[in-house]
């Protein structure tokens, strides 16, 4: 179901309208002193943002010192409404050099106009991208003065780049050495237990692309996926030479993947934009490969003393390493002394973030790291209260490995010229949020 909007209003925060574009008859020319009156004036505006007023709706978001209201008269898509403020916000910000408030609209008022009536037709979202837009609206915006000059150019055939089949990306691209970059960025996100059991696990993750390649190139990307194997093991019934198969949850892409080709063939086809973009997200939620495995033993010893012992080791590759390891050992609010030993790294007592911070620089695979510390309490004269233990965190990166095992097979660039390519492909496994409890 559209958006269908009638009316769509840029109100500051005292509710004085900025700019306005009605693009239906349904709505009176009224209807914002409905939203300052009905919900700004009622200090409403944090409480829901979609508000049924007589018969209308409004969606309505706050984005620096400025409300976007978007008014419905039917029934309509409220999460593609918001999709299209968002959408809308980025492109002004790709013109006003990243800045978007009160005085970057009132600096490019005209700009803005002439955008909306590209970007809506009669209430309807149109294409929002600003690759393609600055091809035809060459107007550049009031920028501003902390922001970056703009480096694109405009280009001509605009026309074939809007109605064309691939309107993210422009022909007659030239390179004199065709390179393609892949990286695959996850984020492992854990809960462990102090006795070594995961209570929670997932991990996040996402394929960044950068593309150089000249022409119109059509690259094929396989992963070792369920849904990529399934169709290979009605062929064939011996274990691929990738490894174990994954099952990704939660997957999005680009808009340049060619989804019918995916059902089809079970692999990631697509015309990539030129330059850098995000070719798809994941998630995986079983058959996670934990970095790191943390064994902590806290002991109270009276009400002026503690004992910490942790024990951190990396289960990955013995020929990995893992670089910018933290751990963070919390103590408690009325901790004064700490005497702390590391078999590696260094460590210190943090009385702002009352912890013991734990710093390696490189982490090598199948390796353990110990810390032992003795904790002096400050002693006082009042009831000791509990101390509530909070969790261990751990920040870290780890190269060339992915916690969810998943992997490229292959990496596949075709162009009608029949151009030699270069293809690199990276892995990185950072943590989310890492932690243990003690």
Not at 32 to 44: C, G, N, P, S, Y
Not at 189 to 195: A, E, G, I
Not at 205 to 224: A, Q, R, V, Y
Request: hydrophobic share 40%; charged share 25%; net charge positive.
């Amino acid at each position: 179901m559209p958006v269908a909007a009638s009316a769509i209003y840029f109100l500051n925060l005292r509710g004085d309208v900025l700019i306005n574009r009605l693009y239906r008859d349904d709505v009176g020319g009224n209807m914002v002193d409905a939203f300052r009156l009905h919900i700004m004036q009622t200090k409403e505006l944090g409480t829901c943002p979609v508000r049924q007023i007589g018969g209308c709706s409004f969606f309505y978001m706050r984005i620096s010192n400025v409300y976007i209201v978007i008014v419905v008269s039917s029934n309509a898509n409220v999460a593609c409404a918001f999709k299209f403020v968002v959408e809308a916000v980025n492109l002004f910000k790709s013109y006003f050099g990243g800045a978007f408030d009160e005085d970057a609209i009132r600096n490019n008022f005209v700009l803005i106009y002439e955008l909306l009536d590209e970007i809506m037709d009669f209430g309807y979202p149109q294409n929002l991208s600003p690759e393609i837009l600055k091809l035809y609206i060459t107007q550049e915006g009031v920028r501003s003065p902390f922001s970056s000059k703009p480096t694109d150019k405009p280009v001509p055939n605009a026309t074939l780049q809007v109605t064309g089949a691939v309107g993210w990306r422009r022909e007659g691209l030239v390179y004199k050495k065709n390179e393609v970059f892949l990286d695959i960025v996850e984020s492992v996100n854990l809960l462990m237990s102090s006795k070594g059991s995961v209570l929670r696990c997932d991990v996040t993750g996402k394929i960044l692309m950068k593309c150089f390649l000249s022409g119109m190139p059509d690259l094929k990307l396989g992963l070792n996926d369920k849904i990529g194997l399934e169709k290979e093991s009605e062929i064939k019934s011996r274990p691929t030479k990738s490894g174990k198969t994954i099952e990704l949850d939660d997957v999005t892409f680009h808009q340049c993947v060619n989804l019918t080709r995916f059902n089809s063939e079970k692999t990631v086809s697509f015309v990539p934009p030129d330059g850098e973009f995000e070719l798809m997200k994941y998630r995986i939620t079983e058959g996670v490969n934990l970095p790191f495995r943390v064994l902590p033993t806290i002991k109270e010893l009276g009400r002026t003393r503690m004992e910490v012992n942790v024990k951190v080791k990396s289960v990955f590759g013995a020929k990995m390493f893992a670089l910018g390891v933290v751990v963070k050992v919390p103590v408690p609010k009325q901790t004064a002394k700490t005497s702390v030993q590391v078999t590696s790294g260094r460590a210190k007592y943090n009385a702002s973030l009352d912890c013991l911070m734990w710093k390696i620089r490189k982490f090598p695979g199948q390796t353990e790291a110990t810390l032992s510390a003795e904790v002096e309490l400050i002693s006082t004269i009042a009831e000791k209260k509990s101390w509530t233990r909070p969790p261990i965190q751990m920040e870290f990166q780890v190269p060339m490995f992915t916690a969810s095992g998943l992997r490229v097979r292959f990496l596949k660039v075709w162009e009608k010229s029949g151009y030699n390519t270069v293809e690199w492909v990276r892995y990185i496994t950072k943590a989310g949020s890492y932690e243990i409890r003690c």
